[in-house]
C-alpha cells in the first residue's frame, strides 16, 4: 500500500513514521525546502506521549525535552496560585508526566524515525488531490490549501487574541514553578527546554502587531513589567529575532475527516484549535496514531469510517474547550477577571487535577510493525 502524505509537520511525519513502520510505501510533500520546525518550544501533554510511544519515538522525545514534575497551573500577575497542579500528582494519575521540549528536538526525532525509503519531497507544493497514491492524508496545517476545496464551509476563525513565542537561552530561576499566569487579557505561560533555554508565550488581545520586532518586544516589556518573577528577566534578555507572531485562530466548523475511500483529513487541517489547551499537536499525533490503527490491515473503506468517527467529534471538543478557556483566560473586565480568580482559587485541587487529567488522558492503540529482513541474512 502507498500513502502520500501532503505536509511535513507533526501530524504528517508522524502518520509517515507510523505507516513506513506498518510496511507502508510513504511519500511525504513538504511545501518548505526543508523538514524543520520553527525554533519555540510546545507542551507535550501524556496524551502526546502515549501516541509518540506507538510509534516508538516515545523515550527519546522524553529524554529530549523536560518532565513537568514541579508545580504548574495558574498564577496571578503578583505570583500567587490561583489554581496549582503538581506534575508528579498528574503523572501519577496518567502514567506519564508532560514534557516541554524545543519543537526543532521533536522534528528531528520525527524524521530519524522516517522507516528507510520514505520519499521525502521538499519544495513541492501542493494544490490539488494527488493523484498518486492509495491513501491520501491531508496535513498542511491550518491554512491548508486541500481542505479549502473539500470543505469550504470550514472557515478560519480569529479569536481577536495574538500571541508570541520565543525560547530564550540563559539561566532563569524557575524554582516556583512553570505554568501560566494571567491578568487582565494578558497572559504569559513558561517551562524549561533543557540546555536550550527557557520556553515562554505571552497572549493578549488584538490584531496581528505590523510594528517591527524590536518594538513589539519593547512592548511586551512595558506590558509585563511588574509581574512576578522571571517574567521580566525573561522579557529583558529576549531578543527581536527570537520572537515568532501568531494570530490566535480555530476552524468553524471541523470538517469531515474522511473523504470517499482516500483521502483522510488530520491535525490543523482538520481541526485547528487556539492554543490555550496546550493540545493542537497532542490532538495531531492522537489523530495519526487513530489512522494507522485503522487503515494499516488495509481496509480503507471501514478504516477511514472509525477514523473519522472516532476523531471528529473528539477534536471539535477540544476545538470548543480552547475558545472558551481563552474567553476566560483572555477576558480584559476587571470584572470578569476578578470572578475566574475568585472561582479558580476556591477550586479544590483536585477539581483541577482531574480536569486537566480529563484533557490529556487518553491511551493509544498498539500499532502494527511490519517484519523486515535482517541484514545479512537471506539472499
Ligand atoms: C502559539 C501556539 C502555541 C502552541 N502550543 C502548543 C503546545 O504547547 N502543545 C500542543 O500540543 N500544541 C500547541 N500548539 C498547536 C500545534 O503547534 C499545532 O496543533 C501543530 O503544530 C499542528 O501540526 P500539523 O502537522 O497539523 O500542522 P503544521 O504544524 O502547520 O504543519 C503543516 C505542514 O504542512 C506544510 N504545508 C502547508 N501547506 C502545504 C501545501 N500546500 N503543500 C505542501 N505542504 C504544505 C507546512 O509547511 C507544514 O510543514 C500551539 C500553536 C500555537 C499557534
Redesign the pocket.
Known amino acids: 500500500m502507498h500513502a502520500v502524505v501532503?505536509?511535513?509537520?507533526?501530524?504528517?511525519?508522524a502518520t509517515a513514521v507510523g505507516l513506513g513502520r506498518a510496511g507502508w510505501r510513504v511519500t511525504v510533500?513538504?511545501?518548505?525546502p526543508e523538514?524543520s520546525?520553527a525554533g519555540?518550544?510546545?507542551?507535550?501533554?501524556p496524551n502526546?506521549l502515549y501516541a509518540l510511544d506507538a510509534l516508538g519515538l516515545g523515550e527519546q522525545t522524553v529524554r529530549a525535552g523536560v518532565e513537568n514534575r514541579g508545580d504548574g497551573g495558574v498564577r496571578a500577575p503578583d505570583g500567587s496560585w490561583l489554581s496549582r497542579i503538581n506534575g508528579a500528582d498528574l503523572e501519577r494519575r496518567l502514567g506519564r508526566a508532560a514534557v516541554?521540549i524545543h519543537?526543532a528536538e521533536l522534528h528531528r526525532i520525527l524524521v530519524a524515525g522516517l522507516a528507510d525509503g520514505t520519499e521525502v519531497r521538499t519544495n513541492?507544493?501542493?494544490?490539488a488531490v494527488p493523484d498518486e497514491g492509495d491513501l491520501v492524508v491531508v496535513?498542511?496545517?491550518?491554512?491548508?490549501?486541500?481542505r479549502r476545496q473539500l470543505a469550504p464551509e470550514s472557515r478560519i476563525r480569529d479569536s481577536g487574541q495574538v500571541?508570541w513565542?520565543a525560547v530564550t537561552p540563559g539561566e532563569f530561576d524557575l524554582s516556583a514553578g512553570g505554568g501560566e499566569t494571567a491578568g487582565r487579557g494578558w497572559r504569559f505561560g513558561l517551562a524549561s527546554v533543557g540546555p536550550r533555554g527557557v520556553y515562554w508565550?505571552a497572549?493578549g488581545p488584538g490584531p496581528l502587531r505590523t510594528t517591527s520586532p524590536a518594538d513589539q518586544l519593547a512592548e511586551l516589556r512595558r506590558l509585563f513589567a511588574g509581574w512576578h518573577d522571571p517574567i521580566p528577566a525573561l522579557l529583558a534578555a529576549a531578543r527581536p529575532e527570537q520572537l515568532?507572531h501568531?494570530q490566535?485562530a480555530d476552524l468553524d466548523p471541523v470538517p469531515p475527516m474522511r473523504y470517499g475511500i482516500r483521502i483522510a483529513l488530520?491535525?490543523?487541517?482538520?481541526h485547528?484549535?487556539?492554543?490555550n489547551l496546550?493540545?493542537?499537536?497532542?490532538?495531531?499525533l492522537e489523530d495519526a496514531v487513530t489512522l494507522i490503527a485503522d487503515v494499516a490491515g488495509g481496509d480503507l473503506a471501514g478504516g477511514l469510517a472509525r477514523y473519522d468517527a472516532a476523531r471528529r467529534p473528539r477534536g471539535a471538543r477540544y476545538v470548543r474547550d480552547s475558545r472558551r478557556a481563552g474567553q476566560v483566560f483572555g477576558a480584559t473586565g476587571r470584572a470578569a477577571c476578578a470572578l475566574r480568580d475568585l472561582v479558580l482559587r476556591a477550586t479544590p485541587g483536585r477539581v483541577a487535577l482531574a480536569q486537566a487529567a480529563k484533557t490529556a488522558g487518553w491511551r493509544a492503540p498498539a500499532l502494527p510493525v511490519a517484519q523486515r529482513p535482517e541484514r545479512g541474512l537471506g539472499a
Open positions: 501532503v505536509g511535513g509537520g507533526i501530524a504528517g511525519l510533500l513538504e511545501r518548505q523538514l520546525a519555540a518550544g510546545i507542551l507535550l501533554w502526546a516541554t519543537r513541492a507544493e501542493v494544490t496535513a498542511d496545517g491550518i491554512h491548508s490549501a486541500l500571541a513565542r508565550y497572549a515568532l501568531h490566535l488530520m491535525g490543523d487541517a482538520a485547528a484549535m487556539t492554543p496546550g493540545q493542537g499537536a497532542a490532538q495531531a
